[in-house]
């Protein structure tokens, strides 16, 4: 039997890759296993693009937050002979809106899949619960390690019990003298209190400090190990902010000769020591929420003593004997508990000798044989077949997404907005348009991958916006490359781009600070509002006020500009529309997809039916003007249509073609019919040469976008505009992606 496993890796710093690599070993490095024939490989998941020296396992790495990676590594495993795959789940460890990207890859999967739960949640939102049936559903085997865990299964995400099978966690088997690993540490005067595992607020550390002001005034000699890293994740969010907590609680109460913190990520044989060596293991987790703790399983299996408060992995495994429990932040009751167990060292050696005689069981031999078993039992079904999707997706087809052509355009002050080829024209300057697309854009990288890079730039386009806006709240739009303005009051457009971005922000604001200056700069623009006669000015407007009540649909004042602004974009229509013109204007010029688009976030905001009908109406009717023989056909700007005469075919322009991108995606989000996907998708694929010129507009090359093509052919420039449409569409089709495999 060949086996396929997907789960983080050592050397990554995490708890399920060591339980992976336990797992491996156990189920193939045995001499029952390879006489058997066992082998396998490994697909690990890496996160934010570091870069691992894995061990030659590791056949295969997916970058965390690449959609494309999971795509290919499918791929990879249904044409490497596995017979059977195994996937460690955890919602953090993929990438995606609640780990979504996985979906994909395992509903392609054509060998049997078991999927190990590590969490399960009890009260979990619409997506974590839709996400978890879906894996469920696909899977042949979903093992847990815990009673409580079949119980979630069953009683909240309707699982069948015949699909799940139990095999507790693992423990290595590793053997050492309490004795020795005592003095080599100097311990042998000390009463040692150990807690293990990513630092940070749940874990309920400072529950244990707060007992230790009681305990030392009775045994001085208590020492409490805190042993661990700053949880990653946690890091890039709010730094080392609970650690230092913690060492300020133990200053303020003079613990400091008590307490040690050892700011490590140890390896087995490592953490083995400290487990030998110390008296009491402690979990002092916040709330129940915990269905499995790798280390819990550690401590009980090599027979330590055990406290902790009563989550559903401890409240299991410390029953009979096997630990004691104290509340949720009780450290008055954690107090009186130890101080009991080091009163009574019969007590004590009680609880360690009930913990090793169970900890004999769980060995990770014993596991890996467990597992052996459910594998061959996934092997006696039927093979699979892989249901065909009814949206036309593959990303694999598509260029690799990177900001490299965006960076060489962007300085300290903005993005320049024009390139003679692919050579950014620094005589041309800035323009606000630009910025605030790429403003738009940025953001929308950061909340698919958050890079420290995108969140340079999207301060960078900020500052600009910031520095563009008069006293009055209106916008100038162009500065020179030596930073002198060359405008009082910029278009109505560049204005409404600006809304838009800016209503973006304040939906998806990477931290508080840009919060704040968004949201201080867009009410400032806000009594603008009204004095606007362009209708792509008001549409662009109206886009930007909708992301903003998306997360503020309580603001009254601006749902009341939102009506006004739609009641104009509905009279325009009104008024020009017949039976066979279906349309705003007796003319089709530039950007005409941001039309529709407009009504369609209006009708989501009002759930206004006349304003629904409308868009969708325009909304078809540019469709089968510009799809044509299963592409899209841009209206062109080397004259545009008018009402009666004939469309242009040539310059086409990319900034047209994200319009329909976004149109057709907002059109999904409001009527949940899965043909606007492929819509949008087609209408993507005019980037890469699915046009009426059948031509490439992205150079591999210099990673930018071409300006467009005109009957002569492309033209090679390679302005801000272009690229940004280009890179906003594709992160549109990305999130498309995402939502269709995420949402029923």
Known sequence: MKIAFIATYPPRECGIGTFTNNLYKSMLNTEESQKDGHTGFVVAISDHDLYYEYTEEVKLIIRQDHQKD?????????????????????????????????LPLLQRLKIPLIVTLHTILKSPSYSQKYIMQEIC?????????????????????????????????????IHLDPQECRKAFKFENRKVLLTFGFVGRNKG???????????????????????????????????????????????????????????????????????????????????????????????????????????????????????????????????????????????????????????????????????????????????????KTDI?????????????????????????????????????????????????????????????????????????????QNPDGTFRNFMSYNRNYLDEIGSEDSFGRTIWAL????????NYAYY?????????????????ESIRGIANTIIGICLYLKSNPSDANMVEKLKHLSSILLTHYKENKSPDWLWFEPILAYDNGILPLALLHTAGILNDEKVREAAIESMNFLTNLTFLDHHLSIIGNEHWYEKGGERSFFSQQPIDVMSMVLMFDEAFHLTKDKSYLNKLYTSFLWFLGENDLKVTLYDFETKGCYDGFDQNGVNRNQGAESTLAYLISYLAVLRAYEEHHSTD
């Open 70 to 102: 999971y795509l290919e590594a499918v791929e990879y495993i249904n044409l490497s002979g596995a017979d059977v795959c195994i996937l460690e789940h955890e919602f953090g460890i993929f990438g995606g809106r609640d780990g979504s990207y996985i």
């Open 137 to 173: 559903r696909v899977a042949d085997k979903v093992v847990v390690m815990t009673n409580k865990a079949i119980e979630l299964l069953i009683d909240i995400y309707k699982i069948s019990k015949s699909k799940i099978r139990l095999a507790e966690h693992g423990v290595p088997d």
């Open 205 to 387: 550390i400072e529950t244990v400090i707060n007992a230790l002001a009681n305990v030392v005034e009775k045994y001085p000699e208590t020492l409490y190990i805190i042993l661990g890293k700053t949880h990653p994740n946690i890091l890039i969010e709010s730094g080392e902010e609970y650690r230092v907590y913690l060492m300020r609680l133990v200053s303020n109460l003079h613990l400091e000769k008590n307490v040690v913190f050892l700011n490590k990520f140890l390896d087995e044989p490592d953490l083995f020591k400290y487990l030998y060596a110390c008296d009491i293991y402690i979990t002092p987790y916040l709330n129940e929420a915990q269905i499995t703790s790798g280390t819990l399983s550690y401590a009980v299996g090599i027979g330590g003593a055990v406290l902790s408060t009563p989550y559903w992995h401890a409240a299991e495994l410390l029953s009979e004997g096997r630990g004691e429990l104290f509340g949720f932040g009780d450290s008055e009751g954690l107090s009186v508990l130890l101080m009991e167990l080091f009163d009574n060292p019969e007590k004590l050696a009680t609880i360690k000798q009930h913990a090793y005689d169970y900890g004999l069981g769980i060995t990770w031999p014993k596991t890996g044989s467990k597992y052996l078993k459910i594998a061959e039992e996934a092997l006696t079904k039927e093979p699979k077949i892989v249901e």
């Open 392 to 468: 036309d997706f593959n990303l694999l087809i598509l260029p690799t997404f990177t900001l490299s052509y965006v960076n060489r355009l962007t300085d300290d002050t903005g993005i320049i907005q024009h390139a003679e080829f692919g050579i950014p024209d620094r005589i041309k300057g800035y323009c606000l348009d630009d910025n605030a697309r790429a403003l738009l854009m940025a953001l929308m990288d950061y909340r698919q991958i958050k890079k420290n890079r995108t969140l340079e730039l999207i301060s960078i386009y900020l500052s600009y916006i910031h520095y563009m």
């Open 503 to 510: 209503g973006f922000l304040l939906g998806n604001a990477p």
């Open 516 to 532: 704040q200056a968004a949201k201080k700069m867009l009410f400032s623009a806000a009594p603008n509002f009204d004095k606007l």
